[in-house]
């Protein structure tokens, strides 16, 4: 039935090079709406320095376009930025306009929907 979600994707499959996932939060809200709340921290235990923040946000935005690649047509994926006042992607949008900074940690909200009914 391709009008409910019925993949999804592993721990592992959220992790980025230079980050370790710190928290991670899977809820299916409805057979329509799956969300993953990821939160990224460094490797080394400090923060993600300014330039590290935008390669993070850069690979978590990949991550989304990569995710859609592998869902029926009609399911698609967005991502929420906490640390950025909520600024939120679409999978194959335009790479959001962030003014990076240096964050302890990168909370990110990845959310499949149903976009339409086929």
Not at 38 to 53: C, L, Q, W
Request: hydrophobic content about 35%; proline content about 3%.
């Amino acid at each position: 039935m391709k009008n409910v979600i019925n993949k999804s994707f592993e721990i592992q499959d959220y992790m980025l090079d230079g980050a370790l996932v710190n928290g991670f939060w899977m809820t299916l809200e409805d057979r329509e709406n799956l969300t993953a709340e990821i939160i990224y921290t460094p490797v080394d235990g400090k923060s993600f320095e300014p330039a590290t923040t935008e390669k993070m946000i850069s690979g978590i935005t990949t991550k989304c376009d990569n995710f859609r690649s592998l869902l029926p047509e009609n399911v698609n994926c967005e991502v929420t930025f906490k640390d950025f006042n909520g600024l939120t992607y679409t999978a194959n949008g335009n790479f959001p306009d962030i003014e990076s900074k240096e964050l302890a940690e990168i909370r990110a909200v990845y959310r499949f929907y149903v976009e339409y009914y086929i």
